[in-house]
T-cell receptor, first 114, second 116 residues
């Protein structure tokens, strides 16, 4: 069984400030971790993924995440956010590198204010 | 890059009618497609896994006779909501993956279903 907890349901932040969206997971098997972004009335877009190797993963739009096995975390970070980063962000865990049958967190609403 | 097209993007139907939602992989062959349901301000709930040429595998609590899934080709899966009721109103999203390892999951843009 696997589960994902996104620790913050809403994160307001000012433009050009750094941001961290927190994600903790639990799994009884090997984990593959993903972050997705969802804009209103749209599907999900993959930001980045951790499959193996380096624990620091860089993704699109300037986002990065760090896999911490001891803390079972996969927090998403961006050093300087833009208004356009306002969206819903989902952390997901899968026992399958193809991300099939992923378990999604409840999402974090990132609101970037001018 | 790979694209998944979902149609329609929104649909309004009367209670008791059926609605079909299509999910197409445009430039790759998707051996597996997934159907999700998303309630407002909530996460995605996996409804079923659709494999080309075989019956879909439904998650616990999802009525297979209510949500008919057909994956007749490597590029098309359909979800039919039969005898829709207002409680079926939701945002439905499909995703598709290659058979290759380490390939990402590609999502459609979702279908907003409103049953009146």
């Amino acid at each position: 069984a696997q589960s994902v907890t996104q620790l913050d349901s809403q994160v307001p932040v000012f433009e050009e400030a750094p941001v961290e969206l927190r994600c903790n997971y639990s799994s009884s098997v090997s984990v593959y971790l993903f972050w997705y972004v969802q804009y209103p009335n749209q599907g999900l877009q993959l930001l980045l993924k951790y499959l193996s190797g380096s624990t620091l993963v860089k993704g699109i739009n300037g986002f990065e995440a760090e896999f911490n096995k001891s803390q079972t975390s996969f927090h998403l970070r961006k050093p300087s956010v833009h208004i356009s980063d306002t969206a819903e962000y989902f952390c997901a865990v899968s026992g399958d590198a193809n991300a099939g049958k992923s378990t999604f967190g409840d999402g974090t609403t990132l609101t970037v204010k001018p | 890059g790979a694209v998944v097209s979902q149609h329609p993007s929104w649909v309004i139907c009367k209670s008791g009618t059926s609605v079909k939602i299509e999910c197409r992989s445009l430039d790759f062959q998707a051996t597996t497609m997934f159907w999700y349901r998303q309630f407002p301000k909530q996460s995605l709930m996996l409804m079923a896994t659709s494999n080309e040429g075989s019956k879909a595998t439904y998650e616990q609590g999802v009525e297979k006779d209510k949500f008919l899934i057909n994956h007749a080709s490597l590029t098309l899966s359909t979800l039919t909501v039969t005898s829709a009721h207002p409680e079926d109103s939701s945002f439905y999203i499909c995703s598709a993956s290659f058979a290759l390892s380490n390939s990402p999951l590609h999502f459609g843009n979702g279908t907003r279903l409103t049953v009146t």
